[in-house]
T-cell receptor, first 110, second 112 residues
Framework: QKEVEQDPGPLSVPEGAIVSLNCTYS??????FMWYRQYSRKGPELLMY????GNKEDGRFTAQVDKSSKYISLFIRDSQPSDSATYLC??????????FGQGTTLQVKP | SQTIHQWPATLVQPVGSPLSLECTVE??????LYWYRQAAGRGLQLLFY??????ISSEVPQNLSASRPQDRQFILSSKKLLLSDSGFYLC???????????FGSGTQLSVL
C-alpha cells in the first residue's frame, strides 16, 4: 500500500463547476499537508499548506483535512479553464520527508 | 523575497554523456535543498536532499550524484547518462523540515 493514494484521473468538468480532489494517507504520524498545482512542464506551485484538521480557505480554494479518516481534500469553486493542471497532494511527518501523491489531472472545459 | 533558479530548462543528451544540472536559491540562508525526478505520468521521486554544505542524503541508488559546494547551490550530476535517466528534474528548497517546500521551474532531460 502506498503511503499516499491519489486517483490520477483524468477529471473533466465544465467551467463553473465545483471540483473535489482527494487523497488518502496511511500513516497517522503525518502532520503537515500541502496541495500543489502543476502545469505541463512546469515546476509545482504551492496552493495550500495546513497542519491541522478542518478547513482552510484561500480565494476559490478550500483545503480540508480529516485526520481521523486520514483523508485530505481540495475544493475548487467556480472552476476556470486556467485551473486545468495536475494537482498533487503531499504530506509529511514530523521528520520532514515529504510524501507526494501521484497527482490528479484536471481539465476544465469552457 | 526568496527565489529559486534552475537551469537549463531543456536538455537533450546522448547516452553515455555526462550531466550537470544546477540550482541556486536566493534570499535565504542554509536552506534544505532537494532534487526530485518526475517521469511522464508519474509522481515525484525524491533523489537527494541536503540540510547543509557537504551534507548529501541519497534516497534512491542510481548513477546520479549530488553535491552542495556552496550554501545555496545544489548540483545534480552523472558521469554517464542512461536512457532511463530521461525525465523532468526538479530542484526544491525549504527553510526547515516543517516548512513549505518550493520548487524550481524544472529541467526536461531527454537521453537519446
Amino acid at each position: 500500500q502506498k503511503e499516499v493514494e491519489q486517483d490520477p484521473g483524468p477529471l473533466s468538468v465544465p467551467e463553473g463547476a465545483i471540483v473535489s480532489l482527494n487523497c488518502t494517507y496511511s500513516n497517522s504520524a503525518f502532520q503537515y499537508f500541502m496541495w500543489y498545482r502543476q502545469y505541463s512542464r512546469k515546476g509545482p506551485e504551492l496552493l495550500m499548506y495546513t497542519y491541522s484538521s478542518g478547513n482552510k480557505e484561500d480565494g476559490r480554494f478550500t483545503a480540508q483535512v480529516d485526520k481521523s479518516s486520514k483523508y485530505i481534500s481540495l475544493f475548487i469553486r467556480d472552476s476556470q479553464p486556467s485551473d486545468s493542471a495536475t494537482y498533487l497532494c503531499a504530506t509529511s511527518p514530523n521528520t520532514g520527508k515529504l510524501i507526494f501523491g501521484q497527482g490528479t489531472t484536471l481539465q476544465v472545459k469552457p | 523575497s526568496q527565489t529559486i533558479h534552475q537551469w537549463p530548462a531543456t536538455l537533450v543528451q546522448p547516452v553515455g554523456s555526462p550531466l550537470s544540472l544546477e540550482c541556486t536559491v536566493e534570499g535565504t540562508s542554509n536552506p534544505n535543498l532537494y532534487w526530485y525526478r518526475q517521469a511522464a505520468g508519474r509522481g515525484l521521486q525524491l533523489l537527494f536532499y541536503s540540510v547543509g554544505i557537504g551534507q548529501i542524503s541519497s534516497e534512491v541508488p542510481q548513477n546520479l550524484s549530488a553535491s552542495r559546494p556552496q550554501d545555496r547551490q545544489f548540483i545534480l550530476s552523472s558521469k554517464k547518462l542512461l536512457l532511463s535517466d530521461s525525465g523532468f528534474y526538479l530542484c526544491a528548497w525549504r527553510v526547515d523540515l516543517r516548512e513549505k517546500l518550493f520548487f524550481g521551474s524544472g529541467t526536461q532531460l531527454s537521453v537519446l
